[in-house]
């Protein structure tokens, strides 16, 4: 059955889960493009997972290049209703050191021209965005690490750049003094889109490397990266089998009715075709 209420968006260095039984492949064409590959749906720990991998398997898709409105899309016509992301990120911290994890609660978007919204064309809807980390999710991830004997830290500003070049070392300091903690390239517009779907979404970051503002790493490089990397997604492995047995069914949080009060036109001015293309986000709403 191509279904699943919980799905794991895989970054650098996560391109499969092992471990999954009852595997079958979905390639899913959405109003949007093209998702970065196929989903592949399986069972683990007796729950049915989607699985997409972000940046397609064997790494081809650039950060800025990303098709985060079908890869959200086609989750949501999945029925998917929370996404894990797992992600590489820098530190911003002295105390967050690689290959530790983050469970971040915050968000700040430094990212230029990425399409960050379903809507428009007829269509204005404002969600509420204040906690961008689904609560809940974020506790249950943060409960498996501490399970998992790996070190967590709970909490954090999570500061999405453009990219793909890394900061330079102005930019890492000034970031730093705005009270970001950790540092990537994904986390928007996924967060967004995923909010705008009523999907709850939560991170385990994995730290790779201290960024360029530390004496000690005057420089990031992907040698560098990618040795922390293989220590921190076995880790998130861990995590994963640990935290999705322990996914609440019933979703209490704002997450799942984030559409309920944000539509701002008028139903009557909604262009057919524009109710049409988006009835997966709106059909119960408009009917």
Not at 45 to 50: H, I, L, Q, S
Not at 84 to 103: F, N, Q, Y
Not at 191 to 197: I, N, S
Request: proline share 6%; aromatic share 6%.
């Amino acid at each position: 059955m191509r279904e699943a209420k919980i799905a794991v968006i895989g970054g650098s260095g996560l391109y499969e889960i092992e471990g999954l039984s009852e595997v079958e492949e979905a390639n899913i064409t959405t109003p949007f493009g093209e998702p970065s590959d196929a989903i592949i749906l399986g069972t683990l720990e007796g729950v049915r997972v989607a699985f997409l991998p972000r940046h397609g398997r064997g790494h081809r898709v650039s950060p800025g290049e990303l098709p985060a409105k079908a890869n959200i899309y086609a989750l949501k016509s999945l029925g998917v209703e929370r996404i894990i992301s797992v992600t590489a990120v820098g530190s911003l911290k002295e105390d967050i050191k690689p290959p530790g994890l983050v469970i971040p609660d915050q968000l700040i978007d430094r990212t230029r021209g990425r399409d960050s919204t379903f809507f428009g064309g007829g269509i204005v809807i404002h969600i509420a965005f204040a906690e961008p980390f689904c609560p809940v999710l974020s506790q249950v991830l943060f409960k498996a690490a501490t399970k998992a004997r790996t070190e967590v830290h709970k909490g954090g500003v999570h500061l999405a750049m453009e990219g793909p070049q890394f900061s330079t070392r102005a930019e890492s300091m000034l970031y730093r003094s705005w009270g970001a903690d950790i540092i990537s390239m994904t986390a928007s517009p996924e967060a967004k889109l995923a909010r705008e779907a009523e999907i709850c979404y939560a991170t385990i970051a994995i730290v790779t490397d201290l960024d360029c503002w530390h004496p000690a790493y005057a420089w990031v490089t992907t040698e560098m990266i990618f040795e922390n990397l293989l220590k921190g997604v076995e880790a998130a492995k861990r995590v994963l089998k640990l935290a999705i047995p322990k996914v609440p069914r019933k979703r209490d949080c704002v997450c799942a009715s984030a559409l309920k009060d944000a539509i701002a036109t008028s139903r009557e001015c909604i262009p057919p075709e524009a109710k049409e293309k988006l009835k997966l986000l709106l059909g119960k709403y408009l009917g």
